[in-house]
Structure formats: structure tokens, C-alpha cells
């Protein structure tokens, strides 16, 4: 029953239950990344007929309120605000998005609960990151509109599950529509996606290098060179695996993990700062440079809607033509 009625949407974008909910064209989001998802990159996605999204991590509500301002300045179309629920300013960004009745928000790193109810007075939908079957029937049940169902593939702070295992559980447990996240580079993905049930899908790693994406060239170059093995996650032990290019910071991290005696705070200290010296400064040894693990099928840069029409038109062919049983 899944099937058909996904089957249907994916092939008719007017009708994708995601499309209808936020008011785009094509059921894709882009990743809240912090650091780098700014009104430049946001605007240039709803624009291409996508959702944009800002990043609210790297900011308190100053800092938001103007990038809000910049966006809108950019697009008349939808865009969103991501909130990193373990950021010290997730309290006063959660009140910005609600006073500036941003029209949706998304959450990640955390349980959003305690957010909602405010969230949901002010018209704004509520569309969390989950990395757990449990989390995706609690959020649904507090109102959310839908679900983020992101796989370990995905870069920056991972959840342990992967992508094709989390989407048809999560799929199955909730009646909101589920966007697919983690490991999706390519038509391919776009079309995976829609067979495991997701109505929509997120991506972030393919927007690193768009290029109304302004972060340092050197972390494109990374990007665009990267190979499939190149990524890795560190910081497990601790309770918050987050996944990067392999460099000396991340070897660095990765040596220091299981030091006998190191403390978790001492393991934190050590990666602060890293995610600013990538976007801003282009430091290669120094740098976290997040990245999920298709960055070895990303190898051009281009704008935001070549990305979005070459995503949808793959994805298309690949549903109609793709016969599994002929492989
Ligand atoms: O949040 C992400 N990815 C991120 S956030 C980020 S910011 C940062 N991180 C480390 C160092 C410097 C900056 C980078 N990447 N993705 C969404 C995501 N959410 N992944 C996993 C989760 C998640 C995990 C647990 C969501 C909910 C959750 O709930 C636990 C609970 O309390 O129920």
C-alpha cells in the first residue's frame, strides 16, 4: 500500500504530500549545515524550487534575526531555520524562529519537545531530525508535520542507524510524511529513497559545493576530491559521533578517542572551533571538514537548481526505466 502511493508522488511532483506541506516544487531540503547554510545558500535552493534552509547553530538571535532578513531579502519563496538542539543559543534562536514566523523549522541533536508547543502557536511546522524509530512516534504525537529520517551516512553529528534500515521503520511508524537523509548524492538516492517510503529527501553534502555555497574553495577541493573511504567518525565513545573528511584534525581526534584517561570534556575541547577554521579559514590540518560518505560521487560544482533539476530528472528516469528483476 506504501508503494503505490509513493510510487505515484514520485512521479507526480504537483501531488508529493512534501510539496504540498511546505509550498515547493520539488520535495528537497537542504541540510541545515552549520556554518555554512546561510541566506546565500538557502535563497539559492528555494529559489531552484527546493526548500532552503539557515543554520542557526553559529548564532544567538541577533545574528539569526539578520541572516532571516538577508534571506528574505534573496527569495520571496519558503525557507526554513535549522535549530542544533545542543547549541548554547537554542533557547533564543527557538524564539526568534517563532516571532519572525519562519513557516518551518527543523531540528537536530536533540529531542525538540520542549520547543514545540511554541513552535506550533506560531504557525510554524516543526520537522525534526530522527535517528530512531522512538523519537519519529514521539514528535509525531507532539505535533511535528514530518520527519527528517537520517542515516549514519549523513555528515556532521551522525545517529547509528543506517539510512536504508531507518527509512521504512520510521515509514511504517508514523503517518506524517518522512524525508529521507543520509548517503543520497545522486538521482539514484533520490529514487532509492522514494522506494523505502520517504516522501522527500534532504541533502547536504551535494549543496557543499554549489556554487552559491560560500564556504573556503580548499573545503570544496576536499569535497570534490574526496573518495568513497575518505570520511570518518570520531567522538562515539562520547555520545556524539560526528562524521568528517580524514585529515590531521580528524586523525588527531581520532588517536586521542580512545586514550586511556582522557575525559570527555578534555575529548570536547579538541574539536572546538575545528568546523569554523574549515568554512572560514580553509585550514586543511586543522579543520573539521563534515562531509557525508558520497563526497566520492561528488565531483563538480554547480548551482543550486543544475543540482536540483539533475537530482529529479535521474531520479525520474531511474523509476521509470529501472526494471529490478532484468539486473
Ligand atoms: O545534527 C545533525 N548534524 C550535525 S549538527 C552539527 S553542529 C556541530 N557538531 C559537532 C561539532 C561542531 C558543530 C553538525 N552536524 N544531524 C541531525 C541529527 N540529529 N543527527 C542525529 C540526530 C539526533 C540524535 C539524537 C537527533 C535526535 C536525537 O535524540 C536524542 C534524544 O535525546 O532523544
Not at 508503494?3 to 516544487?25: D, K, Q, T
Not at 541533502?203 to 552559491?212: C, N, Q, W
Not at 574539536?271 to 563538480?300: E, H, N, P, W, Y
Request: hydrophobic content about 45%; proline content about 3%; aromatic content about 6%.
Amino acid at each position: 500500500r506504501h508503494y503505490e502511493i509513493h510510487r505515484r508522488e514520485a512521479r507526480v511532483m504537483a501531488s508529493n504530500r512534501l510539496c504540498e506541506l511546505v509550498g515547493i516544487e520539488y520535495p528537497i531540503f537542504q541540510g541545515g549545515m552549520a556554518w555554512v547554510a546561510n541566506a546565500s545558500l538557502a535563497s539559492a535552493v528555494s529559489n531552484a524550487g527546493g526548500l532552503g534552509i539557515i543554520a542557526a547553530m553559529n548564532s544567538n538571535a541577533d545574528q539569526l534575526r539578520a541572516e532571516i532578513s538577508k534571506c528574505r531579502a534573496l527569495t520571496e519563496k519558503p525557507f526554513g531555520v535549522n535549530v542544533m538542539l545542543m547549541s548554547p543559543f537554542a533557547d533564543e534562536v527557538a524564539a526568534v524562529i517563532a516571532e519572525e514566523r519562519i513557516p518551518v523549522v527543523t531540528t537536530g541533536a536533540g529531542n525538540p519537545s520542549k520547543y514545540m508547543e511554541g513552535w506550533l502557536a506560531a504557525d510554524v511546522k516543526v520537522i525534526p531530525v530522527v535517528p530512531s524509530v522512538a523519537l519519529a512516534k514521539m514528535v509525531a504525537r507532539r505535533g511535528a508535520s514530518a520527519v527528517i529520517a537520517e542515516g549514519g551516512e549523513s555528515g556532521g553529528h551522525v545517529g547509528d542507524l543506517t539510512t536504508m534500515a531507518l527509512v521504512p521503520q520510521v515509514c511504517d511508524a508514523v503517518e506524517i510524511p518522512v524525508i529521507a537523509a543520509g548517503g543520497i548524492g545522486d538521482g539514484r538516492g533520490v529514487a532509492a529513497a522514494f522506494m523505502l517510503g520517504a516522501c522527500g529527501v534532504q541533502l547536504g553534502t551535494r549543496f557543499l559545493v554549489a556554487k552559491e555555497c560560500t564556504i573556503h574553495q580548499n573545503y570544496k577541493n576536499k569535497v570534490l576530491a574526496a573518495r568513497d573511504i575518505d570520511t570518518i567518525t570520531t567522538g562515539k565513545r562520547f555520545g556524539h559521533p560526528v562524521r568528517c573528511l580524514k585529515n590531521d584534525f580528524s586523525r588527531m581526534l581520532a588517536e586521542n578517542e580512545y586514550k586511556p584517561g582522557i575525559t570527555a570534556e578534555e575529548f570536547e575541547k579538541l574539536g572546538v572551533g575545528a568546523l569554523r577554521k574549515a568554512v572560514l579559514d580553509g585550514d586543511t590540518a586543522g579543520g573539521s571538514f563534515m562531509c557525508g560518505q558520497i563526497a566520492g560521487m561528488v565531483d563538480r560544482e554547480q548551482t543550486c537548481a543544475e543540482i536540483i533539476r539533475e537530482l529529479f530528472t535521474q531520479a525520474e528516469d531511474v523509476l521509470e526505466r529501472t526494471k529490478i528483476w532484468e539486473k
